[in-house]
């Protein structure tokens, strides 16, 4: 069974920090490629970044010079810097495993306040 556990969320001020992590289990998490979603209030939900099981890294351009994305394989552990924190940034943040046998985990909330 996959499971995926988002954890790190929380209430922050505009300008501020957080670092979600999210710990994997059921598959091989050293061999695949990972991501973070979010999802807004009324919106889709979203790409905000991946990792490939390299390390190479994409963001979305919200994000970009902002978040980190980042993986610990010897501790099947997904990682999301989040600094410099907008408003905008406010939603549910999950992670993913890439491909065909990807599944969403129960998420994190996060919350900007201006």
Sequence with gaps: QVQLV?????????????????A???FIFSINAMAWYRQAPGKQRELVASIASGGATNYAD???GRFTISRDNAKNTMYLQMN???PEDTAVYYCRRAGPYGSWGQGTQVTVSA
């Design 62 to 64: 919200s994000v970009k």
């Design 24 to 26: 994997a289990s059921g």
């Design 6 to 22: 988002e954890s790190g969320g929380g209430l922050v001020q505009a300008g501020g920090s957080l670092r979600l992590s999210c």
């Design 84 to 86: 410099s924190l907008k």
